[in-house]
Each structure stands twice: as C-alpha cells, then as structure tokens.
C-alpha cells in the first residue's frame, strides 16, 4: 500500500519518496501539484497518483485519472493531506460498472 503526502499545497511524496509529475505523461501542471479545487493541479496530481499505482499507460487504467480527480483530489481540503492506495480503490470501486 502507497502513502502520499502532500504539504505546502504542492510537495507531495508517495511511501517518503517525491512523487513524480510524470509530466511526459500528461502535462497539465509543470508549475506543480495541488489540491482542494478542479483545476491544473489537481489534474496532474491524479495523474501522478494513477502513474504511480498502475503505470504510465493511461489505458491500462482501471479508471480515467480525472474521475479520480473529481471524486478525491478535488475534495481534500486545507495545505496537507495523506490518502493511500486504499482511498483510490474505493474511487475505482464505486465506479465499477
């Protein structure tokens, strides 16, 4: 199971390592991560998020990283957070058809 972290609205690691942008993957954000909105950053740390947990091909994917964006990212609120791997199986779970 992957802890991420974030702090100061865009440091964000994944199990003590920094999480990568994985911006050649889809580049929403090169300024950084954020969270608590719908915007950029949001984007590109779902992104990351699904990168790190199912690899860099988008379509292997059991979830399009923007729905996990509109149902967690989007929600945290305040400069921290942690969620861990187990937050985005409950996204992808709900979404299951």
């Known amino acids: 199971m992957t802890v991420y972290v974030g702090t100061n609205s865009d440091s964000v690691v994944a199990n003590g390592a920094l999480l990568d942008m994985c ?3 889809a ?3 090169p300024e950084g ?7 950029l950053g949001p ?19 059991p979830l399009h990283y923007q729905k996990l964006k509109e149902e967690l990212i989007s929600k945290i609120k305040g400069s921290s957070f942690t969620i861990t ?4 199986m409950r996204v992808i779970n ?3 058809k």
Do not use: P, T
Request: proline share 0%; net charge negative; charged share 20%.
């Open 23 to 25: 911006l050649d993957v």
């Open 27 to 29: 580049s929403h954000s």
């Open 33 to 39: 991560f954020a969270w608590g909105g719908r915007g």
């Open 43 to 61: 984007s590109q740390l779902a992104c990351a998020i699904m990168v790190n947990e199912y690899g860099r091909d988008l379509k292997s994917h």
């Open 85 to 88: 791997s187990e937050d985005v």
């Open 94 to 96: 709900s979404n299951a």
